[in-house]
């Protein structure tokens, strides 16, 4: 069965840093792409960021480019989403999804990150 | 960016009825691979999303065959056949042809 467990969300003031973790289990976790997708308190939902199965390319939208960076460590069936210079409409539940080229096959539990002074 | 505009916002359905939603883009789906990169989720009260639609009409593992995903280029429809309880929630289409991928804003399939 796959399981995504996502971790490290909290309470952080503007212009902070977070660092998100998701581990994976029940699948070959180096076999495939992964991606961030988060969706705002009573909102809808918006790709964050999505990386190949090597670690080799990220790919991020316009929103948080420069800000964000999605990394993983395949010995740790781990993946991260480092997010920096938080604004308060960073505010979301961040979601780990299996990512198959085209669709986000799985979805972990979410994890909320709340930015407020 | 391209924009998925979903109808109807809310969706009130008796069990056992047939629901549609409709999903139109700003912008052809077809990718220059041949493939559309154009899938349902749906999000029950409380949960994560799931997936039940990927590339325009094939159902997920698991998915129920009363989900009936259709469209080509720039429109696009999910049918539920025989609405049961375990189907409310709010259905999001989503584009991978384009980058940034983008959802719809969603539709409430909800009861009358």
């Known amino acids: 069965e796959v399981q995504l467990v996502e971790t490290g969300g909290g309470l952080v003031q503007p212009g902070r840093s977070l660092k998100l973790s998701c581990v994976a289990s029940?699948?070959?976790?180096?076999?495939?792409?992964m991606s961030w997708t988060r969706q705002a308190p009573g909102k809808g939902l918006e790709w964050v960021a999505s990386i190949t199965n090597s670690g080799g390319s990220t790919y991020y939208p316009d929103s948080v480019k420069g800000r964000f960076t999605i990394s993983r460590d395949n010995a740790q069936n781990t993946l991260y989403l480092q997010m920096n210079s938080l604004r308060s409409e960073d505010t979301a539940t961040y979601y780990c999804?299996?990512?198959?080229?085209?669709?986000?096959?799985?979805w972990g539990q979410g994890t909320l990150v709340t930015v407020s002074s | 960016d391209v924009v998925l505009t979903q109808t109807p916002v809310a969706q009130p359905v008796t069990l056992g009825d047939q629901a549609s939603i409709s999903c139109r883009s700003s912008q052809s789906l077809v990718h220059s691979n041949g493939n559309t990169y154009l899938e349902w989720y749906l999000q029950k009260p409380g949960q994560s999303p799931q997936l039940l639609i990927y590339k325009v009409s094939n159902r997920f593992s698991g998915v129920p065959d009363r989900f009936i995903g259709s469209g080509s280029g720039s429109d696009f429809t999910l049918k539920i056949s025989r609405v049961e309880p375990e189907d409310l929630g709010v259905y999001y289409c989503f584009q991978a042809t384009h980058d940034p991928y983008t959802f719809g804003a969603g539709t409430k399939l909800e009861l009358k």
């Open positions: 999804t299996r990512w198959s080229k085209g669709w986000f096959a799985y």
């Open positions: 029940g699948f070959t976790f180096n076999n495939y792409w």
